[in-house]
């Protein structure tokens, strides 16, 4: 992000005493301090607005509330302008409101009591000797939404304890031009592997034995990372973390995945099959690890979870496939299953209106369809020309919405660079601006593919004599991979 202020470096007014002298970083929205006292489970937040941020919302200290968890936040205090404490009327759980411009803050969070019962993928956590820190929860939300804040935060933890965190890390102070996106996980136990990628820095930490070793799901993240830098052309970020942690909850087969920014979360609980563990976790992997370009690469706004929640789950199938991961069978079964929700849905929406709508953004409803949207796109491509595919959409998709100059509308910029493939402009007129029920004939017959009933269920087979151009399709879509590796055989 591009720094708005000019470097300025003031020295704060003691505050408390927490609050130390601390140098405010030059053009950081927000300076602030995370404090967290092991024996206690509180995190001791002060921190201080830059004199150019957020005007006209100094007067609200607010956080967003989190999926599961309502923080318990105590000993609120505020300072304005010249100093002095200003007057704050507490308007819920997690939201101040102030008489006069707030100029810097500090307060107590309780981590253990409120974050830390229950490990899991969208929140920080504390719990013992590690934890995991969004900033976006622990910080209080200033400006306008959306508007990426900038900051400067730095962790002061126990003896012994370590600090991850794909953002600028210069002993234990993070620097970060968007704070809603930061994460850090901090603790004295986490095992940490080196994932060997083709281009960019990627680190895998763990936590609590469960699942595979960190050897196999170091190789794990490495080739489905490696395998995304091929097909976007380049990594997303600089860094990237992953952090992969059991559950606390003792439950099996229980786990909740998140990409925040640079960095995927991942807390699982045991599979009561232990192959099921790997596979999950691939699967995880391969779909979070993809949200790490789009849409967390790219410079995109708005409502268009129906393109990257579809895609990533098409493009998961397609490189589980090069991977030699699942078979042929499974990524045709997969596609049926998501035509079998399509065509059941009743009261028909357009994939954009699922995606403004809160309760559906992420139903399954516009997951399937997305998911058919991509295959379909897929095979029209292919059908036009060999060298084409979903992938070279991708591909063109990151590279003019990453790092661009300036925001620009999802829907806009997906469905221009679609339109611009003649051979898409039906399927987005049908299936994703209209509320059509997926239509595979085209598809099928380009691909030579066929229905077929199995014990009561539609499902998706080869045609017994594809023809050479369907062969060819279906090559491209990966039919002979996994034929013609020993490996996947061997696991099978
Ligand atoms: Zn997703």
């Known amino acids: 992000m591009s720094t708005r202020f000019s470097p300025i470096t003031l020295i ?7 609050l130390q002298n601390f140098t405010f970083a030059a053009g950081q929205d927000i300076t602030a301090q995370v404090k967290i006292d092991e024996k206690t489970g509180k995190l001791a937040v002060p921190g201080r607005l830059s004199p150019n941020a957020a005007k006209g919302f100094r007067r609200n200290i607010g956080f967003i509330r989190t999926r599961q968890n309502i923080l318990q936040i ?31 803050w500090k307060y107590t969070i309780d981590a253990q009591a409120a974050l830390g ?22 910080l209080p939300a200033f400006g306008i939404n959306g508007v990426p804040v900038s900051a400067e935060i730095e962790i002061k933890m126990p003896e012994g304890w370590k600090l991850f965190s794909s953002e600028n890390n210069v002993r234990n102070i993070i620097r970060t031009a968007d704070l809603g996106n930061s994460v850090a996980a901090v603790g004295s136990g986490w095992e940490s592997a080196n994932v060997r990628t083709s281009a960019g820095n990627l680190e895998l930490i763990r936590m609590g034995s469960w699942g595979p070793s960190t050897e196999e799901m170091s190789k794990a993240s490495a080739e489905i990372f490696n395998n995304y830098v091929d097909v976007f052309g380049s990594p997303a970020s600089e860094n990237g973390l992953i952090i992969l942690t059991r559950r606390s909850s003792p439950a099996f087969d229980e ?29 995880q992997l391969r779909h979070e690890i993809f949200h ?37 069978n499974d990524y045709l079964d997969t596609i049926a299953k998501a035509y079998i929700v399509d065509v059941g849905v009743g009261q028909r929406r357009t994939l954009l209106e699922l995606a403004k709508d809160r309760n559906e953004r992420h139903g399954t409803e ?12 897929d095979v029209a491509l292919l059908q036009r020309s060999r060298s084409s ?29 679609m339109k611009s493939r003649r051979e898409l402009v039906p399927i987005v007129r049908r299936f994703i601006e209209g509320s059509e029920k997926a239509d595979l004939s085209d598809a099928m017959k380009a691909a030579g593919l ?28 990966g039919y002979n991979n996994w034929r013609k590796s020993r490996k996947y055989q061997n696991e099978n």
């Open 292 to 328: 790490l370009w789009i849409p967390n690469g790219v410079d995109l706004t708005g409502e268009y979870s129906w393109f990257y929640e579809g895609f990533a789950l098409y493009q998961s199938l397609r490189t589980a496939l090069q991977l030699n991961r699942i078979s042929f």
């Open 450 to 477: 066929r229905f077929e009933a199995d014990s009561g269920r539609q499902m998706l087979k080869v045609v017994e004599k594809p023809s050479g151009r369907q062969r060819a399709i279906l090559d491209k879509l």
């Open 74 to 104: 105590s000993e609120m205090t505020a300072l304005g302008n010249d100093g002095r404490p200003v007057n704050l009327t507490k308007l819920s759980p997690t939201e101040w409101v102030a008489d006069a411009d707030i100029v810097s």
């Open 389 to 417: 595919s979903v992938e070279n959409l991708l591909r063109e998709v990151f590279k003019k919405h990453h790092r661009s100059a300036s925001a620009a509308d999802g829907n806009t910029a997906v469905l221009g660079i």
């Open 12 to 18: 704060l007014a003691c505050f408390g005493l927490i």
């Open 255 to 283: 786990w909740e995945a998140e990409a925040r920014g640079s960095t995927v979360i991942i807390a699982s609980s045991d599979a009561t099959l232990p192959g099921l563990s790997i596979q999950r976790l691939h699967e």
């Open 366 to 377: 516009l997951y399937a369809r997305g998911l058919l949207v991509a295959f379909m796109s």
């Open 117 to 138: 019962s229950e490990i899991r993928a969208g929140n920080s956590w504390l719990r013992g000797i590690h934890g995991v820190l969004m900033f976006e929860d622990i």
